[in-house]
């Protein structure tokens, strides 16, 4: 089927997104071909497209990039993977409004479509991204089919429409499960540096457990930046497998899905590390499971936060920070019981994004604070665990 690109002369299609609302958009396939059933997401980042579809928080999610050009800074296998365990699934598929241009950057070392096809992520570039913006910010998140076919195939939307029909959506998924390590591992590589790149943390100050959901790599170097040697464990480890490390603090890590599935086994052993008095950090996922063991509730967003450019404020020092976001679920701050307050506040919406417990060392925060949007607005709240951590040694040797 022929469509018009940018302009110029009709071309025949070889791809297409099918979203469940009835919309169909034609567009040139791009990545790796087949068919990818996933919910429909736009990111408003203008830069980090590699970093975004290697974050385990996107797995069953196809991104809609708003900025219509990717693909200039190409592909380097140095510090854009984002998911920790190397065959972590992240997102399905991606879709461009232009055709993926031309790599021009001294660090790169591979050309975006050839690296969307060795990740087996499906692309389809052509596509009016506004309009399928506009259409999830009126109507919510939507679940999509996004396909790529060879030129000599038939692009077959019946089985696109049969194939989605299938889809169960991602509330109520523990998605979680398909992300994490498998097996514990140590971490101790610090953040980029200029002409040292990533440099190696001989002797840490602290020893730090991280469950896993789906914890991205700059979490584990954030945290290796401020003295602390990880142990990474799967986002299934009982309260018992982390206490036996003799942690000097705990931290529940990103991931993707519904928090109240995973919740269902992670939350009892949660409740049980925050009885342990132990210093607790929780970010995007884990913040919101540790508002569930908590007990506070959450909810899906109508069309989420996705990208690098979101306001928010820190209710104790007033500070406003541009963020990264990645979350389709949010904890309701009408929920919270007596005892946790609110730390955080987006100031887009006014939703939540994050908590601290009063009288105990336990922080938690929605959006990213490893992420790198431009500013480092965030880096801080690994030194606030890092002084927490501090302050729970000093009480235990007094």
């Known amino acids: 089927m022929p469509f018009r ?32 059933t996933a919910e429909i997401c736009f990111n408003t980042a203008m830069t980090g497209y590699q970093e975004i579809l290697t974050d385990p928080s996107y797995a069953a999610q196809v991104v809609v990039f708003t900025f219509p ?60 991204t506004r309009a399928v913006t506009r259409r999830i910010r009126t109507t919510g998140m939507v679940n999509g089919i996004v396909a790529n076919i060879a030129p000599d195939e038939i692009l077959d939307v019946a089985e696109m429409r049969r194939m989605l029909s299938e889809f169960q959506g991602i509330e109520g998924a523990d998605l979680a499960k398909d992300v994490g390590p498998g097996d514990r ?26 469950l896993d959901f789906g914890v991205k790599k700059n979490i584990l ?28 603090g705990i931290v529940l890590s990103n991931g993707p899905g519904d928090p109240a599935a995973t919740g ?40 989420g936060h996705h990208g690098a450019n979101h306001p928010v404020k820190d209710m104790e020092t007033g500070k406003v920070e541009i963020v990264s976001m990645n979350h389709g679920f949010t904890v309701d701050p009408v929920s919270l019981p007596d005892g946790v307050e609110q730390s955080h506040v987006s100031l887009f919406d006014g939703t939540n994004s994050g908590l601290k417990v009063i009288g105990k060392p336990i922080i938690s925060v929605q959006h990213h604070p490893e992420a790198s949007p431009g500013p480092q607005d965030s880096f801080y709240l690994f030194k606030r665990f890092a002084d927490l951590m501090d302050a729970h040694k000093a009480k235990a040797d007094a």
């Open 5 to 36: 690109h940018d302009d110029q002369e009709l071309i025949e299609a070889t791809g297409a997104l099918l979203l469940a609302t009835g919309e169909i958009f034609f567009g040139r396939g791009c990545g790796a071909s087949g068919m990818a």
């Open 69 to 128: 050009h990717i693909g200039n800074v190409g592909a380097n296998d140095d510090d854009h993977e984002e998911s920790s365990a190397p065959a972590a699934k992240a997102a399905r598929g991606a879709v461009f409004r232009g055709t993926i241009t031309s790599p021009s950057n001294w660090r790169a070392v591979d050309h975006f479509d050839a690296w969307l096809r060795r990740k087996n992520i499906v692309g389809l570039s052509g596509i009016d």
């Open 185 to 210: 591992y140590e971490h101790a590589e610090s953040v980029w540096e200029w002409k040292d790149g990533f440099t190696a943390l001989n002797d840490g100050k602290y020893h730090v457990a991280v």
């Open 221 to 248: 170097r954030n945290l290796s930046s401020v003295g602390a040697r990880c142990t990474v464990l799967p986002g299934n480890a009982t309260a018992e497998d982390v206490l036996a490390l003799n942690p000097d």
């Open 264 to 303: 269902i086994y992670a939350g009892p052993e949660i409740k049980k590390l925050i009885d342990s008095g132990l210093p607790i950090l929780g970010i995007c996922l884990g913040h919101q499971m540790l508002a569930l063991a908590l007990g506070a509730k959450t909810m899906k967003m109508p069309q």
